[in-house]
Nanobody, 129 residues
């Protein structure tokens, strides 16, 4: 099992930036594809972005308007770290953000929650208008 701990959330104003971090431990980090999900108040948890095992491919939620223009997912396998750079934040980005890990089992549907076996506890991001 991969242990995941998120950090970097906080209270910011619309238009500000934040960088979320997710520290992994317990198993080889590059055995896992990684993703960020978020849960806004009153909503289901939703996919935000994913990154492949060595960072060669990234994926962003198509349903979230202009998200790929504002958010960037990255990873540093030498440091066992996953990141989400969030720019031009909007009030609708307010949510608890979770990092999640997928261990290869023959298939990978990056936007589906059930693909991820290990989850962090989440970090709160609040964007005021």
């Amino acid at each position: 099992q991969l242990q995941l701990v998120e950090s970097g959330g906080g209270l910011v104003q619309a238009g500000d930036s934040l960088r979320l971090s997710c520290a992994a431990s317990g198993r080889p980090f590059d055995d896992y594809a990684m993703a960020w999900f978020r849960r806004a108040p009153g909503n289901e948890r939703e996919f935000v972005a994913a990154i492949s095992w060595y960072g060669e491919s990234t994926y962003y939620a198509r349903s979230l308007e202009d998200l790929e223009d504002r958010f960037t997912i990255s990873r540093d396998n030498s440091m066992n770290m996953l990141y989400l750079q969030m720019n031009s934040l909007k009030p609708e980005d307010t949510a608890v953000y979770f990092c999640a890990a997928h261990y290869w089992n023959g298939s990978y549907y990056y936007a589906k929650e059930v693909e991820y076996s290990d989850w962090g506890q989440g970090t709160q991001v609040t964007v005021s208008s």
